[in-house]
């Protein structure tokens, strides 16, 4: 059932008018409430509630709100202070919280039915589950709410407590059994007539409205107290539910509900004991139990019209679909004739005779063009070993075998031997069909010989795209090393300038801007150039490792951190050391000072201006360094691809780079037997984590 959706400059009228009638009819129950004056076994707008709710969209939940607020604030007012008048206020409002969560709820959990289509609660399974779930249910939240928040505000006191719970769920779950069906019945006219049924439906309810008139003024009222009169009403109930449908139960249920309240108030009916409010919760307890016995028969006797009316439209439909599948199938067997008999795959039915050799029963057309015979006739009844190599006769029996047994084959290479001699590489599936009661077979048989060139031709463009793949690396590899030379001999030009700028502040004023984003920008191209010499002698396995003895992982951390820090600063930034003491083994320096310089690169491009965290630590067998920083953070799909080359988590229009640095830094790290791995959290964070061993056993590129 999908929300209806109301407009947006309709909204707020309908939740105006869903508070005003919620509020008019929570009035008329509060007439027979108990102390403080808003609780009531008599409780319609609990049903109004879910209705609206229903018909209108669970968004003019507000309205549902707003009028049980008014109502209830109304009802237990007071101004005596200021103090008890923030604490009525204040429990008026929690009251309309429990009757929103209860119309939500039960709006939530309330049988989805048809609206285009018929009336709601035709089935029993949607009564049960309107009854349990959205009646008995989801009561419990208002009852408990809004009792427990007038216990708060000394409304009640502990000895109340019961009683006000028992008749606050009692009023809101009768409220909404009795109520509910009623509004969404009528609402919709196209709901309104029952087969015809709407003059009888008004016929029953006069009926209905003057009898009970009988019951509670004529001479049978005095007797209420020692007679059951309220099962006197039970034929009407089984009428409206076994004629009128699901509108004239719901009719009923009301008719019955009104006149029962008023005539136990009034005390003329045989629910009168005990106090006002216990004759109440009897008389409630009985609409409930009727209302629930009426539902459940309608839906009871809507089911089986249903059923005996698509019965009877299937009887009428029979014998046309056995027609039509009649005709199908006859069409549908043609169909497969014709596609078995043009397909360009050999289709075989193979069988067993009575001296367990393997014949072909059937033979399309490919299949005389396969094997070399003029005909398909040609083949039928021959052994179907015949057509198969010598060499190959055992493999084909087992085969045979397996398909037998397990049901099925292949598809599996094989060869075919044709009537000329000839050999043709085929592609074989088997399958066991029923044939008569005998073993049998359905073969397909695929020439591959095309195949097969194919598959020779496509090695022979991989190994061309190798060779291809081969050149470009070496060319990038070339074009590189061409690149680095003027890079260098630039950027030391830049770095001479800047040290010659003239003493005149004004002169160098005007040229160390511009100079320092040349030298900045020279770096970070020679940086790209190193980077792009990294990836081609890593893909010819040409990077090379040098090891030293006695490496201290803490200074080189610290001096690189150093070097790192006026990069840091710039870009808004704290660089942070933790680390142990000396953190001695074999690496290669400048490998180890490229991977963390590109962490804390990276550390810096994203941290969002925050500290950035390195830590060194001594882990016995192996040495760790870590960075962390709390930028934008990289969300947990993408943690694995980011080591990948060229890949990038994040947009490169916002920050750039070419998705190369920790796939090197990642290579640098497994060629030195170590890891790197990343833990993150999206807009906390990242730490990279890298660990080496002491004495790493180089792993390779």
């Known amino acids: 059932m999908q929300e209806p959706r109301a407009g947006s400059r309709s909204r707020p009228i309908a939740v105006l008018l869903l508070a005003v009638i919620y509020a008019a009819s929570a009035s008329v129950g509060q007439h027979v409430a108990i102390p403080p004056g808003n609780v009531t076994a008599f409780f319609p707008a609990s049903g109004i509630a879910l209705a609206g709710l229903l018909l209108g969209g669970q968004k003019l939940w507000p309205g549902v709100w707003l009028g049980s607020f008014l109502v209830n604030t109304w009802a237990i007012f007071d101004t005596t202070s200021f103090a008890r008048t923030a604490t009525t206020t204040l429990v008026g409002a929690t009251i309309g919280m429990g009757a929103t969560i209860e119309a939500l709820a039960a709006a939530r959990v309330f049988p989805p039915w048809d609206r285009d289509g018929g009336p709601p609660l035709a089935r029993v399974l949607d009564v049960a589950r309107f009854t349990a779930l ?13 009792t427990t928040s007038l216990f708060a505000g000394s409304l ?9 719970w028992l008749t606050w769920w009692l009023g809101d779950a009768v409220g909404i059994l009795v109520i509910t069906p009623l509004v969404l019945t009528c609402v919709r006219p196209r709901w309104w007539a029952f087969q015809g049924r709407g003059v009888e439906i008004a016929l029953h309810q006069v009926a209905l409205f003057a009898f009970q008139m009988f019951l509670v003024t004529g001479t049978l009222a005095d007797r209420g107290a020692h007679c059951p009169l309220g099962h006197f009403i039970t034929p009407f109930l089984v009428w409206a539910g076994v004629r009128l449908g699901p509108l004239g139960a719901a009719l009923a ?53 249903r059923a005996e009316w698509a019965l009877s439209r299937s009887r009428d439909e029979l014998d046309r679909h056995v027609e039509e599948r009649t005709a199908a199938l006859t069409e549908s067997e043609e169909r497969y004739r014709i596609l078995v008999e043009v397909s360009p795959d050999a289709i075989l039915l193979e069988r067993f005779d009575a001296d367990g050799v393997l014949r072909i029963a059937y033979a399309n057309a ?19 070993f015949d057509f198969v190599l010598a060499e190959r006769e055992a493999i084909a029996r087992r085969g045979v075998m397996d398909a037998l047994e397990h049901g099925n084959l292949g598809p599996v290479d094989g060869w075919v031997a044709r009537a000329d001699g000839t050999a043709v590489e085929v592609e074989v599936m088997l399958a066991r069909v029923p044939r008569g ?64 700028l ?48 006695d490496i201290d992982l803490a200074a080189v951390v610290e001096d690189v951190v150093q070097r790192m820090q006026d990069t840091a600063v710039r870009a808004g930034c704290e660089l942070r050391l933790d680390s142990d003491a000396a953190v001695v083994g074999c690496w290669d320096r400048s490998r180890v000072e490229q991977v963390l310089i590109n962490l804390l690169s990276n550390a810096i491009k994203y941290g969002a201006k925050a500290p950035i965290d390195v830590r060194v630590r001594d882990e016995g067998a192996s040495a760790s360094f870590s960075v962390t920083d709390r930028g934008i953070g990289i969300p947990a799909e993408d943690q694995a691809r980011i080591f990948d080359r060229f890949e990038r988590a994040v947009s490169v229009r916002h920050f750039g780079g070419f998705g190369l640095g920790l796939w090197i830094a990642r290579r640098i790290v497994e060629a030195l037997g170590g890891t790197i791995l990343v833990e993150s959290t999206p807009g906390e964070g990242a730490t990279f984590t890298v660990t080496l061993p002491r004495a790493p056993t180089p792993a390779g590129p």
């Open 134 to 146: 959205s009646g008995l249910g989801c009561s419990i939240t208002s009852a408990t709410l809004g």
């Open 253 to 305: 249920v009301f008719n019955v509900s009104v006149f029962a309240t008023l005539g136990t108030e009034h005390g003329t009916t045989p629910f009168v004991q005990g106090t006002r409010n216990e004759s109440l919760l009897f008389v409630q307890a009985f609409v409930g139990d009727m209302a629930l016995t009426t539902l459940v028969l309608a839906a009871v006797i809507t089911e089986r019209r």
């Open 366 to 384: 490919a299949a005389a063009r396969l094997f070399g015979v003029t005909s398909a006739a040609e083949l039928i009844s021959r052994p179907l």
């Open 502 to 549: 003239p003493a005149d502040p004004d002169i160098a004023a005007k040229i160390a801007p511009a100079l320092d984003v040349a030298l900045r920008q020279t770096t970070r191209l020679s940086t790209l150039v190193d980077e792009l010499l990294d990836v081609s002698r890593i893909t010819q396995g040409r990077m090379e490792l040098c090891l030293d003895e």
């Open 156 to 164: 009640i006191t502990t000895t109340d407590y019961a009683e006000t």
């Open 437 to 500: 009661g005998k073993r049998a077979l359905l073969a397909i048989y695929r020439d591959i010989t095309r195949r097969k060139q194919i598959e020779q031709e496509r090695a022979a463009l991989y190994r061309e795209a190798e060779a291809s793949i081969r050149a470009r690396d070496e060319f990038l590899s070339i074009a590189s090393h061409e690149l680095k030379t003027p890079l260098t001999a630039l950027s030391l030009k830049l770095q001479a300038l800047a040290r010659s």
